[in-house]
């Protein structure tokens, strides 16, 4: 059935009326069921038939997303086909993705080492300047700043007077021996945040304590300012020029906003992160205020214009829930299913069970899949498709996939491990009984 879908997506291509292929068109229908058929090739392990999907994919569109090309850029690589990996990855660096750093990442460093013409194809690389709205990615950037830094509040003096000398003294009782030198030296890693002083709250005054609270409010009422700043001024730019997706600013390479009260060296962002993010989701899913504006209409549509990915959806927080009409309660968010536990079972050593499937559970897993509530498979998936998600049962195949380490990029689908050592056979069989596998 598989290989029929793909021969009739390759001979009979989505066209217009005008008889040309699409530029531009609904992404729910013409491009992410191609995509969700490629990546369950992957799944699959067959590349030729991945990469046949990927091409129908993009053929189908004007601006495909750079996730999906470098997935068909490495099913390329797989099978031999050099150029039409290196097309793919042209597609990348286009969009902004720095060349060098695909000596970096996990699967094509191994590439570039073995392939004698991937100096030429970096050189060429450099040269190239993607074309994106400058102006518009430095104002994102800046409002995901707002969001993410920890605002900062200088010390009182008393406060400042109170931590030297503090930490001077711990500083004293941390002098360490070194083993190999024999020199004594002190231990100076501070894994306190240094700007709110909690970690000293047993050893001050009433008076100190109160202090820090009046500036843990104060920073508090700075962070709320500016999370309803970065939020309301992020969705005035999208009114202005439409939804910032990685053909128009890039990209986003932004950093992840750690707490200055973290003193560790700089995270370097890996390929997966890079491709995968938007700096407006970022900044509208990290608001509070998101909570108090129904944004679902708006993503929606990006999504079938092409500036987000459906999975994109669920970053945000806010995704209308269905209610059940005969109580209150709320059933899970439609878009969010696809998850399955991996549910590990462990016998006390002394135990052996007479019944077979009970027997090595060290070496076997369970996958349990989520209740699906008052709706029946079909609904959901009826929802999912709408927005251009996978079924439920190729989210799971996915979760399944995703559950070992892999260099492609999969969304859709999740998995979540779950130990739990049981004291008897019995109560190991009741548990087996009770829950619903996927397989």
């Not at 709250?201 to 609270?213: A, F, P, R, T, V």
């Not at 806010?318 to 462990?346: A, C, H, W």
């Not at 052996?352 to 998936?381: H, M, T, V």
Request: hydrophobic share 35%; aromatic share 12%.
């Amino acid at each position: 059935m598989k290989k029929l879908l793909l021969i009739f997506i390759l001979l009979f291509p989505h066209r217009g009326a005008g008889g040309c292929l699409f530029a531009q068109g609904d992404f729910t229908r013409i491009y992410h069921p191609i995509i969700n058929s490629a990546e369950l090739a992957i799944v699959d392990t067959n590349y030729y038939e991945a990469l046949d999907y990927y091409k129908a994919a993009f053929d189908n569109v004007k601006k495909p997303f750079a996730k999906d090309y470098y997935n068909a850029a490495i099913c390329a690589a797989m099978v031999g086909k050099m150029p039409t990996m290196f097309d793919y990855l042209e597609k990348i660096v286009e969009k902004g993705y720095p060349s060098d750093s695909l000596r970096k990442d996990a699967f094509f460093k191994y590439v570039a080492d073995t392939c004698k013409v991937w100096s030429k194809f970096e050189s060429q690389m450099r040269l190239v300047k993607p074309d994106i709205n400058q102006e518009l990615r430095d104002s994102l950037k800046a409002y995901h700043a707002l969001i993410t830094q920890e605002p900062y509040t200088p010390l009182t003096a008393e406060l400042r007077t109170f931590y030297k000398e503090y930490t001077k003294k711990l500083e004293d009782s941390l002098v360490v021996k070194n083993s190999k030198t024999g020199k004594k030296g002190v231990f100076t890693q501070v894994i306190f945040p240094r700007d709110s002083l909690t970690f000293f709250y047993g050893k001050m005054s009433e008076k100190l304590i109160k202090q820090i609270d009046s500036l843990r409010k104060i920073n508090d009422f700075k962070a709320s300012t500016n999370m309803r700043l970065a939020f309301h001024k992020t969705l005035n730019l999208i009114d202005t020029y439409g939804f910032p997706d990685e053909n128009l600013v890039g990209l986003s390479d932004f950093n992840t906003g750690y707490s200055r009260v973290f003193r560790f060296n700089t995270y370097r962002q890996n390929s997966y992160s890079v491709l995968d993010r938007n700096l407006a989701i970022n900044i509208l899913g990290g608001s509070l205020y998101t909570y108090s504006k129904d944004l679902t209409p708006m993503l929606i549509q990006a999504i079938r214009d092409g500036k987000i990915a459906p999975y994109q959806i669920n970053k945000v927080g806010n995704i209308t829930l269905e209610t059940n009409n005969s109580n209150t309660d709320k059933t899970p968010n439609f878009y969010s299913m696809g998850n399955v536990k991996v549910l590990q079972y462990r016998l006390d050593g002394n135990l052996n069970c007479e019944n077979r499937l009970l027997q090595g559970k060290d070496d076997k897993k369970f996958w349990k899949k989520e209740p699906l509530s008052l709706y029946s498979e079909a609904e959901i998936n009826e929802k999912r498709l709408d927005i251009g998600l996978e079924t439920l049962a190729d989210a799971y195949k996915k979760a399944f996939f995703k559950a070992h380490p892999r260099v492609f990029i999969i969304n859709g689908g999740s998995y979540q491990t779950e130990l739990s050592y049981v004291s008897s056979c019995e109560v190991l069989e009741k548990m087996l009984k009770e829950s619903t596998f996927v397989r």
